[in-house]
């Protein structure tokens, strides 16, 4: 069975920092692109990419509005990636997913994890 879990969501006040993880499960996912999104509130239906990484991780790729601010990686092991996130806004809040592909461009992901909340307080 195919896992991906998140972890290290919270709640943090403006300007703080917060890591999350995500690990993998039931699969390889050594030769697989590593993603994050989330869900604000009031946007059910809006899945927006915030982050992603190659297999190799020797690609990352960001959305603008956290650019500079947010750091995507993955251990060597390729078991798990992370999204160090710094100087967090209030418009940073939402649920994150974790989500794992071939390729890291792709408009859908073929695996999701549950998702973890990210809350930022003014």
């Known amino acids: 069975q195919v896992q991906l879990v998140e972890s290290g969501g919270g709640l943090v006040q403006a300007g703080g920092s917060l890591r999350l993880s995500c690990a993998a499960s039931?699969?390889?996912?050594?030769?697989?692109?590593m993603g994050w999104f989330r869900q604000a509130p009031g946007k059910e239906r809006e899945r927006e990419f915030v982050?992603?990484?190659?297999?190799?991780?020797?690609?990352?790729y960001y959305t603008d509005s956290v650019k500079g601010r947010f750091t995507i990686s993955r251990d060597s092991a390729k078991t798990t990636v992370y999204l160090q996130m710094n100087s967090l806004k209030p418009e940073d809040t939402a649920v994150y997913y974790c989500?794992?592909?071939?390729?890291?461009?792709?408009?859908?992901?073929?695996?999701w994890g549950q998702g973890t909340q990210v809350t930022v307080s003014s």
């Open positions: 989500a794992a592909d071939r390729y890291w461009y792709s408009k859908e992901y073929e695996y």
């Open positions: 039931g699969r390889t996912f050594s030769n697989y692109a």
């Open positions: 982050a992603a990484i190659t297999w190799s991780g020797g690609g990352t």
